[in-house]
């Protein structure tokens, strides 16, 4: 191989590597800096992240601040009229479902007595209409912003009032029979006593949340 020859194949391999060189070192270059902007965005997200978890927490801290105030307001608002209402009112829930509950005991056996369960159903009905009064001193006893802070509660209530009335209608009907059902009158004390048993509970969640119980 001559001089020129060598001398040639030195130059064609010298250019051949330099490009290959430079391109690795741009790469490179371009890899680092795609790290980085990835590293930025990692980081925004997680400060965004934290962001939104510190709003939400004090968004929950506000929400329990204006319900602690609420209920502060509503206590401070009870007066002793209230809660002595409120007792009337328990004792004739109570009282009502006791006759319900009674009412179903003497129509499950076989000497089933219709006169003594027509007086029966009408001492419920004497107490039914007692415990509505009792509740609409007690509703009107509540200030404007007791009401409505029970307001969707006592529109329940309502509704479950309503089941017993028909309940009641339904057992004197039966009664008002020459043969009446005693199974029938039965099951309708039984209904009776289980939505006593709702009513009386709303009650209770009542006197807690305005504090009068």
């Not at 590597?17 to 990692?42: E, M, N, Y």
């Not at 992240?49 to 319900?67: E, N």
């Not at 009674?102 to 007595?113: H, I, L, N, P």
């Not at 004197?172 to 209904?191: C, T, W």
């Amino acid at each position: 191989m001559t001089t020129w020859t060598r001398t040639t194949l030195i130059l064609a391999t010298a250019l051949f590597l330099i490009p290959t060189g430079v391109l690795a070192q741009a790469k490179g270059g371009s890899g680092q800096r795609g790290g980085a902007q990835a590293g930025q965005r990692g980081q925004k997200g997680a400060d965004q992240g934290k962001g939104d978890m510190d709003r939400d927490r004090d968004r929950d801290q506000d929400r329990d601040r204006d319900r602690d105030r609420k209920h502060d307001q509503l206590r401070a608002h009870a007066t002793d009229q209230q809660r002595n209402q409120f007792r009337a009112c328990s004792e004739a829930v109570s009282e009502l479902r006791t006759q319900s509950r009674e009412m179903a005991r003497m129509s499950g056996g076989k000497a089933f007595d219709r006169h003594e369960a027509m007086k029966h159903q009408e001492q419920m009905q004497q107490r039914f209409h007692a415990m509505q009064q009792e509740r609409e001193h007690l509703m009107s006893a509540l200030n404007h912003e007791q009401h409505n802070a029970v307001q969707q509660r006592n529109r329940e209530m309502d509704r479950i009032q309503e089941r017993i009335s028909n309940e009641l209608k339904n057992m004197n009907h039966e009664l008002g029979k020459q043969d009446p059902s005693s199974r029938r009158v039965r099951s309708q004390a039984r209904n009776i006593e289980r939505n006593m048993d709702r009513l009386q509970n709303q009650l209770h969640a009542m006197g807690e949340e305005l504090h009068i119980n």
